[in-house]
């Protein structure tokens, strides 16, 4: 019996199958192949049971180019080790340059800073800086293979610095300036970089933040380091470096060019959360990042010449590279370096109508902010543009949604998504031909074979289960950096479903194949057979007006359930406010999810990329030495942790 459905927010246009790039594909299919699919629930079918012919479809339909027949899309699909396109040789760079359907006159890169004027380039711009940074760093010695580490903002220059890393063949990798010192070194010394690319500061808001010693204890801490160029972005001296300007200014008479290299060959490294360890360096490869990125943007997101697509990201997230290559669709893409609530929460709004934003990605939790402070970002400024709202970081409750529809507009497609830097995309989201569900992610992607598996590894709806992915996707890591066996990189994903890639989220499929992500599974709370995931939990603390974030950890051997409270301004933790909490905990979740202690914190633990770190709190909690369970330089907020490693040497008397 199907379930009951939830409201549904957003329907398809009824022209949507001629007027979107999905349709325009499915047309292709029909002309091409033979193929006809009335639903898409027909077409993602199919896309996971010919994995071959479906990505072999994307590689014609998007005109991929290989400086040889690419051979079949699928070579071998076991898992770990599948091989796609062995002889392929393409370049993700000059696909993203292409920019096939717009004018060298046309802007296709527009950028906003706190710390300088608005910028843009055109494509004929944007080919130039990359041929001129692809020659400085040529004579610099970078090679194919060389490292290039970036400790940049969210910039043009940082732009274009990636594409012309990658049109050598060269593998790139940066970190955000927001990172201290030891997260950075903890990342870039495992990949010893040949170059280093790097500011001397940056503003965040009203803080101008000097990162020169920063820079310095980098470079001294990496031995591999043959140059470093830095962009004055605060005018400050960066001793023994070249400046930006002079060491990218001439092409040397060549023109810009592209190494072939194999599908597999690394186009980046980006980096795990290290909250709970060296940060796993995850390789990333030209070919699956390629068309991995052609499908979602142009069949999900539904992004072309005249779209506008932004993300608010730092150059620390997978979001940045996600939201580079918008340029392989020719998009414009926008890019914001700042605080994003400064000088207020409507900011990015305000920018988003400024600057015509048709796409506008972003993360749970700020979604969730607008809402608590009442924001109407629809009766502020014109949002007429917008067509979509992304949301990923965390899972997105049904107030979210349902505060989207109401005070931003009722027309836009809200795309929560769900997926990872392991696989740098998303594989549940949305499509242009399936209704929003409140409080659901609508689908499954295209090619995504996403199940929810219980404990002995049978398929589950209706059931909340462990997120697996059953078939290969060929965005999933070539490697882990310096894992030569791949023993690491088995252990992370494969261990506990033979066969099949455990990503650990818990998931729920309804029978519509929409489906909730109910938090990290191994920050479930299991009190008496009664599992309940952190973001249910956080759902129901978090609507409580005097909440302003929260943070749930169940000790195990002492089944203690604690939950710690940031406040909102004004507010305290009075006996009637812990009381309320308790009320709805019982009744919206079970009695038996009652905290045993609800305790105030300055703040919760958050990533840089807005991940709460419930499993390293428990473990400081349980006496773990603060440094040694997560890394404060990849905080927010460094302090953070300091209110829990307080706490730790008390819990065992209060909760014995």
Known sequence: MPDPAPPVLWRPAPDARRTTRIGAYLDWLERERGLRFETYDDLLAWSIGDLDGFWSSVWSNFDVRSRTDPGPALADATMPGARWFPDARPNWAEHALRLAQRRDDDVVVIAHSQTRQRQQLTGGELRDAVARTRAGLLRLGVTRGDRVAAYLPNVPEAVVALLATASIGAIWSSCAPEFGTRSVVDRFSQIAPKVLLTIDGYRYGDRRVDRTDEVAAIRDALPSLE??????????????????????????????????????????????????????????????ILLEHLKIHALHHDLGPSSRFFWYSTTGWMMWNYLVSGLLVDATIVLYDGAPTAPGLDALWRLAADEGFTFFGTSAPFLMACRKEGLSPGSLVDLSALRGIGSTGAPLPAEGFRWVYEAVSPSVQLQSVSGGTDVCTAFVGASPLTPVWEGEISCRHLGCAVQAYSADGRPLVGEQGELVLTAPMPSMPVAFWGDDSGSRYRAAYFSDFPGAWRHGDWI????????????????TLNRGGVRIGTAEFYAVVEALPEVADSLVVHLEESDHLLLFLALANGASLTDELRGRLVAELRSSLSPRHVPDEILAVPSVPRTLSGKKLEVPVKRILGGTPADVAASRGSLADPTSLDAFVALAGSLGTRSG
Do not use: M, N
């Not at 400050?236 to 040397?252: E, K, M």
């Not at 690394?266 to 490869?285: A, D, E, F, M, Q």
């Open 227 to 288: 140059a470093t160029v830095v962009l004055p972005y605060l005018g400050l001296d960066v001793p023994d470096a070249l400046d930006w300007s002079d060491a990218f200014a001439q092409t040397d008479g060549q023109p810009l060019a592209f190494e072939a290299v194999p599908f597999d060959h690394p186009l980046y490294i980006l980096y795990s959360s290290g909250t709970t360890g060296l940060p796993k360096p995850i390789v990333h490869g030209h070919g699956g």
């Open 508 to 523: 729920t499929f309804t029978s519509r194949g929409s489906c909730v992500i109910s938090g990290r599974s191994d920050a």
